[in-house]
Nanobody
Framework: QVQPQESGPGLVKPSQTLSLTCTVS??????????WSWIRQPPGKGLEWIGY???????YYSPSLKSRTSISRDTSKNQFTLSLSSVTPEDTAMYYC??????????WGQGTQVTVSS
């Protein structure tokens, strides 16, 4: 069973770019029909889907975050990376990576807390 795991800095300054990496074990991120998502949950709020990178490398982003978001991958390391530019304190959240297959979210990482503060 695939298992994603997030990593990255826990503190980012306003206006900088947040970069998080998800390392996947137990399966390849190029496996057909798998999509690899980033999701976040701000304090006291619900889950917000950020975007995905698919098994073929295609990407799709939430319209509300599209202008600041980029998701890329390194297939040699079985990793995919989130970049969110021009962050503000409103981007403070727990960030998760997760697999998506057959119309369902599958395995989730444990999450990583990111705080935007000077």
């Amino acid at each position: 069973q695939v298992q994603p795991q997030e990593s990255g800095p826990g503190l980012v300054k306003p206006s900088q770019t947040l970069s998080l990496t998800c390392t996947v074990s137990g399966g390849s991120i190029t496996t057909n029909y798998y999509y690899w998502s980033w999701i976040r949950q701000p304090p006291g709020k619900g889950l917000e889907w950020i975007g995905y990178i698919g098994y073929s490398g295609n990407t799709y982003y939430s319209p509300s975050l599209k202008s600041r978001t980029s998701i890329s991958r390194d297939t040699s390391k079985n990793q995919f990376t989130l970049s969110l530019s021009s962050v503000t304190p409103e981007d403070t959240a727990m960030y998760y990576c997760a697999s998506y297959y057959d119309l369902n979210f599958g395995s989730w990482g444990q999450g990583t807390q990111v705080t935007v503060s000077s």
